[in-house]
């Protein structure tokens, strides 16, 4: 951590009375669990905050405390905003528009554009709410188990249950701590990453039926179709993507999901030596090396074939 950095966002935090957290749309774990998580150290720091996510937080984060504590549009005058785990300013969709810039931004993503006038972006941690947990050292912020357990979501999820080739001996001895704190990683571990509803299970059906294996490369769509068929009721790929990526043969996976507004979301997974943020990039989009996302508009066969094209020139 650099120290003036943390200074810094200490100097900010102690100026402000009402401050505003916000993360990026299709919100998960670690956007969810560090949002939540600093909610709780700053309202134990007696700030009045309000937590916002433009598309709500996914049922697999229910669970979580105070949970019930964001809201999808932002009223009211802040002192502070500060936006989490989002690489661009357009992560976290329409809903700063009318409340001008955000003054921190912490994040861990190598594509992060440093769009606020502080930027925390360290892109060796595993998680932004790795980040947060040394800046709450640091600063000695007030640290309890239920900031412990949205923390630890954030690490569990974006490491993929401390399975992701960045997760570092920094990413146990955090998640040591937080388990100290009374934070259970199995129960956190199971709730966010392996419980899926039996719609979710459909869904995945309507997706592998249609999966496609070329080389190295495989992929599948999801349709808008497929989500009315079974009744999924999210927009997102509900974890195909991880599901793809564990297929033997394969170094990157692409999955297509096709949305209401005309758009298709585009999930990229890689193995070790392949870099899909870059492929993200070229359309728009962003993310880290073994795992990148973009919206694109156009319809989804085209979609599909122009990725398709860009992501077979790094195989
Ligand atoms: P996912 O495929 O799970 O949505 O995202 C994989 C990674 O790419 C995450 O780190 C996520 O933050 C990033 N990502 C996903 N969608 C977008 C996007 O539309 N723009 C940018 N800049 N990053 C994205
Ligand atoms: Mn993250």
């Keep these: 951590m650099n120290k003036q950095s943390a200074v810094d966002f200490g100097q900010r935090l102690e100026d402000a009375d009402r401050i505003l957290l916000i993360s990026h749309i299709r919100p998960d774990g670690d956007a969810v669990g560090s949002l939540l998580g600093l ?20 049922t697999s984060f229910h669970h979580l405390p105070g949970v019930d504590e964001v809201f999808r549009e932002v009223s009211g005058v802040y002192d502070l905003i500060i936006v989490l785990d989002s690489s661009d300013i357009s992560r976290i969709g329409s809903v700063l528009d009318e409340y001008g810039q955000p003054d921190v931004n912490i994040d861990h ?10 930027n925390i972006v360290q892109t060796d941690a595993v998680a932004t ?8 050292e640091t600063l000695a912020l007030p640290l309890n188990r239920e900031a412990a357990e949205c923390l630890l979501t954030g690490l569990i999820t974006d490491s993929l249950g401390f399975r992701t080739n960045n997760t570092t001996p ?11 704190l009374g934070a259970d990683p199995a129960v956190l571990h199971r709730k966010a990453l392996l419980e899926r509803s039996y719609e979710a299970l459909l869904y995945w059906g309507e997706g592998l039926s249609r999966a496609r294996k070329e080389d190295n490369l495989i992929w599948t769509t999801l349709t808008l179709e497929d989500r009315k068929q079974v009744g999924y009721p999210g927009r997102d790929d509900a974890d195909l993507v991880n599901v793809l990526s564990s297929v033997a043969g394969t170094d990157v996976c692409v999955v297509f999901i096709e949305q209401k507004d005309g758009s298709v979301k ?22 880290h090396k073994p795992a990148a996302g973009v919206s694109i508009t156009g319809e989804l066969e085209r979609v599909v074939s122009d990725v ?3 992501t077979k020139k790094i195989l």
């Design 39 to 58: 909610g709780h150290v700053l309202k134990a720091m007696g700030k009045e905050i309000n937590q916002v996510l433009e598309d709500g937080v996914p």
């Design 109 to 118: 993503h190598p594509t992060n554009t440093h769009f606020a006038p502080l």
């Design 129 to 136: 709410a790795e980040i947060l947990f040394d800046l709450i």
């Design 170 to 180: 920094r990413s146990f001895r955090t998640a040591a701590a937080l388990q100290e």
């Design 266 to 287: 585009v999930s990229w997974r890689a193995k070790v030596g392949f870099d899909v943020s870059q492929v993200a990039m070229k359309f728009g989009g962003g993310g």
């Design 308 to 310: 398709l094209e860009e």
